[in-house]
């Protein structure tokens, strides 16, 4: 089968040259645009609050002796005022005494042990 061709300035071109010359040209004198992408801008939020939690209690009591615990709630060495602060021991995960923070952040409370041994509390606060 013999390819069809034209003659241009004097030479043979096949057609399908003549195609893409002509794309070419077309395609130089028009716009080409890309995909579209979408971009979602926002304000950026604030930084994360940092919270301290401090629990202190006395290194030795008695069986069946009142011991105290105090400590502090702090959110970016602010005092958090109004707070609920759990005391738990954590051998058995059970809250053993509850205490609200004042104005400054701190807070006092008590646990009266009722066996000998070694005893590991934690404090906690759930942030709203």
């Known amino acids: 089968m013999k390819m069809k061709s034209v003659k241009i300035f004097g030479k043979s071109v096949p057609v399908l040259a003549l195609a893409l010359i002509s794309v070419t040209a077309v395609a130089a004198g028009t716009w080409i645009w890309s995909n579209q992408v979408t971009v979602h801008v ?3 939020p604030p930084p994360p609050l940092v919270y ?18 105090t400590g502090s709630l702090k959110v970016d060495s602010t005092g958090v005022s109004g707070a609920t602060i759990d ?11 509850t205490a609200t923070t004042t104005e ?10 009722t066996a000998v041994g070694t005893y590991n509390f ?3 606060y759930i942030a709203p």
């Open 42 to 44: 926002t304000e950026r």
């Open 87 to 97: 005391i738990l021991d954590m051998s058995s995960a059970q809250v053993v005494s």
């Open 52 to 69: 301290t939690l401090t629990l202190s209690a006395p290194g030795d009591v008695y069986v069946n002796e009142v011991m105290t615990f």
């Open 122 to 124: 934690k404090a906690k």
């Open 104 to 113: 400054d952040g701190t807070f006092t409370c008590s646990y009266t042990p």
